[in-house]
């Protein structure tokens, strides 16, 4: 009986993919990870949403475009997207974008149907 009360609580997210989320914003880390989203692999380093700010508009703040500070940026709601650097995905033998390294992923923690700890390697 318990065993349902756990799935029913934890239905929307997984536990311990949000614990590894707490994990890199706390020690300002990055963990290896490939995530199942609707029927596609997402494979790059889990970083947390405050590294993913600060790095991923850079190149476009080359180009005087400007963005509001992290702060200004950040969700309410704790852990409620993931976010990945060097993202790479991966569909039916494509893997996109090609390469030497991926792109800046962000999804919402709730759309995420499984993980591994691993990043794809390209080949």
Not at 44 to 57: D, N, Q, R, V
Not at 68 to 75: K, T
Not at 81 to 89: C, T, V
Not at 90 to 98: A, D, E, K, N, Y
């Amino acid at each position: 009986m318990l065993s349902n009360q756990t799935s029913e609580i934890t239905a929307d997210k997984d536990l311990i993919l949000e614990s590894l989320i707490v994990f890199v914003t706390k020690n300002e880390g990055a963990i290896p990870i490939t995530l199942q989203v609707g029927g596609l692999c997402v494979s790059g380093l889990l970083i947390s949403e405050e590294s993913y700010f600060k790095h991923a508009f850079i190149s476009l703040e080359n180009k005087n475009i400007t963005f509001p500070e992290f702060s200004e940026l950040s969700q309410p709601v704790p852990h409620a997207f993931i976010h990945i650097h060097d993202a790479r995905i991966v569909s039916s033998g494509l893997t996109i974008p090609q390469g030497d390294h991926g792109g800046f992923w962000r999804g919402k923690l709730q759309s995420v149907d499984g993980f591994f700890i691993g990043k794809l390697v390209p080949e």
